[in-house]
């Protein structure tokens, strides 16, 4: 794994309709509209934050977990308006005793439905497959989070199995967690 294509710069990744690059503090109105809205982590171990304040600080966590050299968020931004965050994408515990790593996702309310996720998932897997040269990309989610699991089914991504009762999330408690993976070898660059 060449996690110095991750950490060394921040990388920017595109793909037909989005530019994933890094989030500041220029970007509050847009983080604030995702990590506001209860519904967006419904099905996510993360609460939602009704202070704008406390998103704003969150965004200079981005920054500091970047250079911990420990989690990537990237914003997902249209190339229309190429400032305005329609989502995030991370990738986190980079294991690289098994060259594996953990991605997650979420978007604007306003935004679902229309294919983001999928192709936001479909260039960061490109990424970390060839550029990264990971060997295990995996994502972990709720059981009843059905179109999370299908953004991965759509990418290739395999349902491993569930995990039950066997994480705390923020807000949830104690939640079964299904895993969904894809290997290097499986991955086809369409």
Not at 30 to 58: A, L, R
Request: glycine share 6%; hydrophobic share 40%.
């Amino acid at each position: 794994m060449d996690t110095n294509a991750v950490f060394d710069e921040f990388p920017i990744i595109k793909s037909d309709r989005f530019i994933l690059k890094k989030i500041d503090a220029n970007h509050l109105e847009d983080v604030f509209e995702i990590y506001s809205n209860d519904k967006v982590f419904e099905y996510c171990g993360i609460i939602p934050k009704h202070n704008k304040e406390t998103v704003k600080s969150m965004i200079g966590h981005f920054e500091r977990d970047f250079n911990k050299k420990s989690r990537v968020k990237w914003g997902i931004f249209t190339h229309v308006e190429s400032d305005k965050l329609v989502g995030i994408i991370e990738a986190f515990d980079f294991n690289q005793k098994v060259n594996m790593v953990t991605i997650g996702y979420f978007l604007a309310e306003a935004h679902w439905g229309k294919g983001i996720a999928t192709e936001a998932v479909k260039a960061l897997v490109r990424f970390l497959f060839h550029e990264v040269n990971v060997n295990r990309i995996q994502a972990e989610v709720m059981p009843p989070n059905e179109i999370s699991k299908k953004v991965l089914i759509k990418n290739g991504f395999v349902k491993e199995g569930t995990l039950r009762q066997a994480t705390v999330w923020s807000g949830k408690g104690v939640v079964d967690l299904e895993i969904y993976s894809i290997l290097k070898n499986e991955y086809k660059n369409e």
